[in-house]
């Protein structure tokens, strides 16, 4: 072989595996990684949008392309715990119960996480009645998502009763397509709803090649661990930044029409229905009756044969009495504050009489 040849051929076989072994090496260093952070060996998943999804929604939710979001199933943790669907544990039941009722609204029924799973007022109306109650409640939901997981659930859970819990400000939710993140929302036109669905938190929109790339990229769990930190406008964009866009309906009155629609839907299975309605601890303290949409609702609700229990009034005349009492029944902080554990059951104990009548 002429000498010149030689350094030719040594450089073409240094090249040929370099191009062999950096991807080797490469894969060698993202398996090494997924087994130290405990991650699937052998999945080709999306780590860049599921890095998103918990960015936007923390590690008890998850997007819904229905609803906007969801709790997830078979979420554990000390006081927090969730079974199929989402729902909330009252106790140590294993599965979702039928016959008997099924709970749905915002934070105040789901509980949060300050209270623990036996300290909701679904856990506490439970108790009181001895019959199954569905806790389905999910924080931050507006009117229109907690009719819609209504629907969702009554095929399966076959509840004797059906609870439907508004706090004042799921009304206002309802009158947009975002509130903090993407959600559905409802038009009225005509007297029929329409349904627009929640959009997936993609953080920008990039060229058709470059979207194609990320999306490459985002298979590998240290290159989402690395690009997250080195250069995150490109890697989850604006994701995590709350945004409020109104989506230019009347909330009270699509709020209306939904409970028509679900109350229907439920009296055909021979469900009763009980409208709850919960208000915030500066409402109760500021003011002699409840907010103008909370009245709009009930005006509507009660046509419909749906049953009202309004929280308000027993409120206000504890707050009248002894101003200090409201302290023991919201946790102290923002103008809402959501119910302790004594809150609950306060609330609980208005619906058990509303079911003995």
Request: aromatic fraction near 8%; glycine fraction near 8%; proline fraction near 6%.
């Amino acid at each position: 072989m002429h000498a010149f040849a030689r350094p030719l051929l040594n450089g073409a076989l240094r090249l040929t595996l370099a191009c062999v072994l950096a991807p080797l090496a490469f894969v060698a260093l993202d398996l090494g990684y997924r087994a130290q952070v405990h991650r699937p060996l052998l999945a080709l998943d999306d780590w860049r949008a599921a890095r998103i999804e918990r960015v936007m929604f923390g590690d008890r939710a998850r997007f819904d392309p229905v609803l906007g979001w969801a709790p997830r199933e078979d979420y554990q943790s000390e006081d927090y715990n969730t079974l199929d669907r989402g729902i909330r544990l009252n106790s140590d039941e294993e599965g979702i119960r039928t016959g008997g009722v099924l709970a749905v609204g915002d934070v105040f029924t789901d509980g949060g996480i300050e209270v623990a799973d036996g300290e909701t007022w679904p856990a506490h109306l439970e108790r009181m009645t001895g019959e199954p109650v569905v806790n389905a409640g999910v924080a931050g939901y507006a009117a229109d998502q907690i009719v819609l997981r209504a629907e969702q659930l009554l095929p399966q859970v076959r509840p004797s009763t059906l609870v439907i819990g508004l706090f004042e400000e799921t009304i206002v939710r309802t009158g947009h397509s975002s509130f903090g993140s993407s959600k559905p929302y409802f038009m009225l036109d005509g007297g029929a709803l329409t349904y627009h669905a929640p959009r997936w938190p993609e953080p920008d929109a990039l060229p058709g090649w470059q979207a194609r790339v990320r999306d490459a990229l985002a298979r590998s769990a240290v290159l989402d661990a690395v690009l997250s930190r080195l250069v995150p406008a490109y890697w989850q964009g604006k994701a995590g930044e709350e945004v409020f866009q109104p989506a230019g309906n009347d909330p009270v009155a699509v709020t209306c029409a939904l409970l028509e629609r679900v109350a229907k839907r439920a009296k055909q299975g021979g469900t009763r229905v009980i409208l709850f309605l919960q208000h915030a601890r500066k409402t109760v303290f500021d003011r002699t009756e409840p907010s103008e949409d909370m009245r709009k609702v009930t005006t509507c609700a009660a046509p419909q044969g749906i049953e009202i229990v309004d929280q308000f009034q027993t409120l206000r005349s504890l707050a009248i009495a002894n101003p200090g009492a409201l302290n023991d029944l919201y946790f102290q902080g923002d103008g809402y504050g959501q119910m302790t554990p004594l809150g609950n059951w306060h609330a609980a104990d208005l619906i058990a009489r509303a079911l003995n009548e």
